[in-house]
């Protein structure tokens, strides 16, 4: 999923970054102005502490990061979503449970020709560590997709996904290399996020792959057009 689309990076896995010049030149120049702007709110970022209470069972929910995040721009391929593209269009948000130090990406996908698709929700859930005041380690758990239909049957089901744990990793990395010879030197990666700048209603972060993720509290008025 997303490979064959070009969404994600056939060998590492790990998303490819979009260009969107490739979209439109229009396109292009509003994305260089995105990113322009976010540059400038990195250095005027109120909370200077972004990941404090993360994974603090007693105070998690004063978290600055805690609760839900739209999203609004991302330079990232695997999570845009459009009408045009073989996954149909979908809404994506990221919902911080900071007292359990628990990320989940939801991806909600919409109805196509009035009908609902085979796939209608990806929960992506993501063990989540605060490195430092403003960089987040991140360990994949498990993706649960909801399903609505069961061998033709209509009916809605989830089906759970483990995500290999960090020693298997390595163990799979380590075969690969004893397999090639040690002719691909490949290197496991390192999943985070860095907070870049943060308020009470606007969220900016750049992922270990340097994309750019632009996210808006679902209750901020300046951002419902945007997010619904």
């Known amino acids: 999923f997303g490979v064959k689309g070009g969404e994600l990076n056939e060998t590492t896995r790990a998303p490819v970054k979009l260009t969107f010049y490739e979209i439109s ?31 603090d069972r007693v105070n998690g929910t004063m978290a600055p990061l805690n609760g839900a995040w739209g999203l609004l721009f991302t330079t990232a391929a695997d999570a845009s979503f459009s009408t045009n593209s073989s996954r149909g269009d979908a809404k994506a948000q990221n919902v911080v449970d900071a007292a359990r130090g628990r990320i989940t990406n939801v991806i909600d996908f919409a109805m196509k020709d009035g009908k609902e698709p085979l796939l209608k929700q990806l929960n992506v859930v993501i063990k989540a560590v605060a490195e430092s005041s403003t960089r987040v380690d991140l ?90």
């Open 25 to 55: 030149d229009d396109a292009g120049k509003a994305a260089d102005r995105v990113i322009s702007i976010c540059e400038t709110l990195t250095a005027l970022s109120p909370i200077k502490e972004p990941t404090k209470y993360i994974g």
């Open 139 to 228: 360990t994949f758990r498990y993706v649960r997709a909801v399903l609505t239909k069961f061998f033709f049957i209509p009916v809605r089901w989830s089906l759970y996904i483990p995500v290999p744990g960090p020693f298997v990793t390595r163990c799979l990395f380590f075969l690969t290399r004893v397999l090639t010879l040690g002719r691909k030197k490949k290197k496991i990666p390192k999943a985070y996020f860095d907070v870049l700048y943060l308020d009470d209603d606007l969220r900016v972060h750049k992922t270990g792959q340097d994309n750019l993720f632009v996210q808006a509290r679902k209750g901020w008025e300046e951002a419902i057009k945007v997010l619904d």
